[in-house]
């Protein structure tokens, strides 16, 4: 009775400071995931303007080498090309090139191109993104659920021959470097056997094809992305079936599945919401990694298919020491993986009751 | 009199292991009445656990039922369930025979709540209509002294160890079922805890009219709910009697170790002794009574022959060639 009466004489006074609002502000979860994830940016964008510029060479230098190389002209000449060309002072201390980039960049201003007839840089992600975000989205969803829904597969058929197949191709493909398993299918399919023509299914897109929702735009779009979808789906589907085999073997050891069985629940309903949902759950984390590096592409694959996506651009950049380019592409990589992982940290709450965090009140 | 509503004739269970066969469970027969509770003692490997999960048929799928019936008579009505399809098996449990396991702390699924769990197990026998299926569910919350309104929205990792037992044992009860399993349904769990979950299995008995199977090897809880109790030595039935014949007047030599391996309140603790030896291995027996390498009554004819189940009182049977001097020592 007495502590009744203290907590109800309480109650009322107890108002909201300013000092009490500051904290838990300051205390929010979510608030606090997002300004790490700012910092993880900062620093990465940090670092590697400087490696960037640590790389041996310079823009100038691989131009004047182009240029020699190219057009058989004296170095002078090289040189003079190169000077009226690059309006840039890269002779201005780095860190002073650092500051007016972190400048510019805060801005919203990625910047323009040292070369490619000094194109935004903000353009040319908007020309070759979508073609990247596509094919490795695309490969990423059809290697998740094929590769979640055979681990499944694998763990109710363990020990089976089936099982035995499942897994031994899996451990097979996931071991292969993805470019070779392009230039194998380069080599046989399209030089020996020709089955496939590749030299028309180069490009992310034939030419004359209008953009547009047509069954004639779509179905080209997919004819060009077919390959590398093809070889990212086989190279990344062995580690989920096999990632997935395992959780799920474990899942069906545990006692609350037993006690499913025990209840007479139906074995579908067993399969999606006791065994499959508990045994995904792990897999979310690196999923969500992956979804962040879909914006990188794969810059090998891009090549030796000579699809044109971001990844070959990365590559053109680098090879080209297009600073900005660079830096641009880097930039929002890793954008996409610290925001991917972010999101999958406040998700995986809803996923996981057990670790719901911060977002419900403590009573 | 009462009716019986589960019998179990000569079953026989074995898992084959890499060094051999192992016997889990050999040759047990038994039959429950209606609203009784049979307790089953023993040490850890007896086969009790095995035991319990053959009656719902959820056994590892390594283990084979080699022989044997269990059959469950309800309204007229006989059920092998040994011989039922899947899916009249996955009818069977839960509405006809429930079991609460032991280590309830992971017997719920961790990402739906208490709530979704009782309507999956209603909805999996047909049970329709949420409503229903929630007032049920709030008054068994209840029953088993929980608060309805906090647990029933709960997940399970909100809920305490002992929460968690009580809840199962609730959902236990969801589909009124005539026999319920409770597999050390107090293990992992604090004395106080333990002590709340049998007042309440107590309390349920005597307001809901369903029979109960324990299998544990604490021997006070089992002496405190039991109306009879079976001593399981080495995957088979040693003896089976009343409560109080068990514990006042074992007949034989295992029972009698057993009793008086555990503290009494009024007893002295000089008279505590320990069972020499250890479990047998259930993949090479020895040879006649399996217990005789620990038995101080054993004879020659121990270790040829096994002994049968005979009567040595009232509703008492026992396992043993030498149970008469084994009841003249004490």
Redesign the interface.
Known sequence: MATQAISTSLAPQKRTSLKVYFWRVANNYVLRRVIKALATIFVVITVTFFIIRLMPSNPVDIFIQEQMALYNSSYQEARDRAAALFAIDLTAPVTQQYLDYMGNLLRGDLGKSYRSQGAGVADIIKQFLPWTLFSVGTALFISFTLGVALGMVMAYRRETPLDYVLSTFASLVSSIPNYLIAIIIIVTFGSQLRILNIAQMRGSISPGVQPGFTLKFIGDVLYHAALPIFVYVLTTIGSWMLAMKSSTVATLEEDYVTVARARGLKDSRIMTSYVGRNAALPLFTQLAISIGFVVGGSVLIETIFVYQGIGQQLLKAINQRDYPVMQGIFLIITVAVVFANLLADLLYGRLDPRIRVGSEETK | MTKTVLEVKNLWVEYPARRGVVQAVRGVSFDLCQGETLAFIGESGSGKTTLGLAL?R?LPKSARVRQGNILFYQNGRVQDVLALSQEDL??????DC??V?Q?A????????RVESQFY??AR??GMTGTAHVKQRAIDLLRMVQLDPNRVFRS?P?ELSGGMRQRV?IA?GLLLQPQVIILDEPTTALDILTQRSIIEVLRKLKKELDFSLIFISHDLSLAAELADRVATVYAGTIVEIGGVYDIFERARHPYTQALTHSVPTVTGDLRDLTSIPGSPPDLIVLPPGCAFHPRCPFATQRCKEQEPPLEPVGEGQFAACWNWREAMNKT
């Open positions: 719902v959820l996955r009818q069977f449990r839960w509405r429930a079991m396991f280590g702390q992971n017997s719920f699924n961790p990402v739906l999956d197990t999996a026998h997940f990792h199962l959902l």
